[in-house]
């Protein structure tokens, strides 16, 4: 079937500290990787993409790989600020985009 | 506000009353999701529309739930006889029928709380 997997929280960092969010999948097709962002009373924002193996999603500092040997798909910043604190999830999208597969999301607490 | 517009965005309700989300959105895409999401889960998929045709429905969505686009535009999703375990924050999302789209825009969600 079709699930994504992703290191559970709370991760607790200080400013300018790196950032590393595991995420893995296993999908029956050809899958889309995605990362969303849910701030507190807000709802899911799209952080960024890729939708094929080898390519790098990038948006404010974060980036994500799409691993196809791995199947993973790990969200990274170098350099995290107090403002980067919310829920974070990992998703996929099979075929025609009908469907959203989501981890069970990641809680980041930044420290000033 | 050109966004997806979920109301009302928190319900409470007794056990065994029926309750109704609307869902607005963004204008002139054809595709609406909803999703349900439980504290400390990620969202959950529930049904999916093109347009006015409820094209897939998860095993999640019990007989006690119903949803609706009836002309393609706004979306309602009731759920009869509320039970404890429907206490969830429900999400809508949209998107449009593109090629190579890969993005749904989602709303802020409806809080339901059944007491």
């Known amino acids: 079937g079709n699930s994504v997997t992703q290191m559970e929280g709370p991760v607790t960092l200080s400013e300018e500290a790196f950032l590393t969010i595991n995420c893995t999948y296993t999908?029956?097709?050809?899958?889309?990787l995605f990362w969303y962002v849910q701030y507190p009373g807000e709802g899911l924002q799209l952080l960024l993409k890729?939708?094929?193996?080898?390519d790098k999603g990038s948006n404010k500092g974060f980036e994500a790989t799409y691993r196809k040997e791995t199947t993973s798909f790990h969200l990274e910043k170098g350099s995290v600020q107090v403002s980067d604190s919310a829920v974070y999830f990992c998703?996929?999208?099979?075929?025609?985009?009908?469907?959203?597969?989501f981890g069970s999301g990641t809680k980041l607490n930044v420290k000033p | 506000d050109t966004g997806v517009s979920q109301n009302p965005r928190h319900k409470i309700t007794k056990r065994g009353q029926n309750v109704t989300f609307r869902c607005d959105p963004i204008?002139?895409?054809?595709?609406l999701y909803w999703y349900r999401q439980t504290l400390g889960q990620g969202p959950e998929f529930l049904t999916y529309?093109?347009?006015?045709?409820?094209?897939?429905k998860s095993r999640l969505l019990s007989d006690r739930f119903s949803a609706e686009r009836p002309k393609g535009s706004f979306s309602t999703l009731e759920i009869q006889r509320t039970e404890q375990g429907d206490s969830a924050m429900y999400l809508c999302?949209?998107?449009?029928?593109?090629?190579?789209?890969?993005?749904?825009?989602f709303g802020q969600g409806t809080r339901l709380t059944v007491v």
């Open positions: 999302a949209s998107s449009p029928t593109l090629a190579g789209n890969t993005e749904a825009f």
């Open positions: 999908a029956t097709g050809y899958p889309s």
């Open positions: 890729a939708t094929k193996a080898d």
């Open positions: 998703a996929l999208s099979i075929y025609n985009f009908n469907k959203f597969y």
């Open positions: 204008s002139e895409h054809n595709r």
């Open positions: 529309f093109q347009n006015e045709a409820q094209l897939e």
